[in-house]
C-alpha cells in the first residue's frame, strides 16, 4: 500500500499538468490550435483528471503503478448540437503524482 502523504492530489496534479500544458504548448501544437484553444477555452475548455492506467505502458519504459501516476486530459469540448466544432483533446498528460520524483510525459494532438 502506497502512504498517500507523499502524494499529489488528483486536483493539484491536474493544476500542475495545465501549466505544464501551457508552457509547452507554443512548441508543440500547430498555431491553429493554439488560437483555437484560446478563443474557446473559457466556454468550452476541460481539464479531465484520472489515475493512469496501463495504456501508458506503449509510451513509458516502466511499469505504471495507477496510484503513483496522474492521466490528465485538456481539451475543449462542445455539447451544442449544431455546433461546427467536434470536440478537440490538444494533450493526454501522464504526470507523476509522487512529490519527491516529478516526471511528465505527454502525447500531443497532431
Not at 502506497?2 to 498555431?31: C, M, R
Not at 501508458?56 to 475543449?76: C, H, K, M, R, S
Request: with cysteine; charged share 30%; hydrophobic share 40%.
Amino acid at each position: 500500500m502506497t502512504d498517500s502523504s507523499h502524494l499529489w492530489t488528483l486536483e493539484e496534479i491536474s493544476g500542475q499538468a495545465y501549466e505544464v500544458f501551457l508552457e509547452l504548448a507554443p512548441d508543440n501544437l500547430k498555431a491553429q490550435d493554439i488560437e483555437k484553444f484560446n478563443q474557446d477555452r473559457e466556454e468550452h475548455g476541460f481539464i479531465e483528471e484520472d489515475i493512469a492506467d496501463e495504456s501508458w505502458n506503449t509510451f513509458v519504459e516502466f511499469e505504471i503503478e495507477p496510484e503513483d501516476y496522474a492521466q490528465v486530459i485538456v481539451g475543449l469540448e462542445y455539447d451544442s448540437v449544431g455546433i461546427e466544432n467536434k470536440d478537440i483533446i490538444f494533450a493526454k498528460i501522464l504526470i507523476s503524482r509522487d512529490k519527491a520524483a516529478s516526471f511528465c510525459h505527454i502525447i500531443w494532438k497532431d
